[in-house]
């Protein structure tokens, strides 16, 4: 099996910074695309940021300029940093993988547990 085992979240102040790391471990040959997704009360589940294996980027509009998702690739692990945090950042996180377990078997998806980020005064 896959886990995805994230950290780094907690409660910040408007305007603060956090930074989120997501480790991948199990059963790996290789992983695509990784990235950052969040859920607000009472609200679907949005993308926040992707990272594919070649370095290429993906961003929410809404977090553009703000955030940045960076991977290494050795260890397996994204990273989201996240300055300037509003309190409409206020969501849990979660980490996403898409994971290749053998060479010729198809890529499959993974979640971490999901962590809370808050912003507050």
């Known amino acids: 099996q896959v886990q995805l085992v994230e950290s780094g979240g907690g409660l910040v102040q408007p305007g603060g910074s956090l930074r989120l790391s997501c480790a991948a471990s199990?059963?790996?040959?290789?992983?695509?695309?990784m990235g950052w997704y969040r859920q607000a009360p009472g609200k679907q589940r949005e993308l926040v940021a992707t990272a594919a294996t070649g370095g290429s980027t993906n961003y929410a509009d809404s977090v553009k300029g703000r955030f940045t998702i960076s991977r290494d690739n050795a260890k397996n692990t994204v990273y989201l940093q996240m300055n300037s945090l509003k309190p409409e950042d206020t969501a849990v996180y979660y980490c996403n993988a898409d994971v290749r377990r053998r060479r010729w078997a198809p890529p499959d998806d993974y979640w971490g547990q999901g962590t809370q980020v808050t912003v507050s005064s």
């Open positions: 199990g059963s790996i040959f290789s992983i695509n695309a």
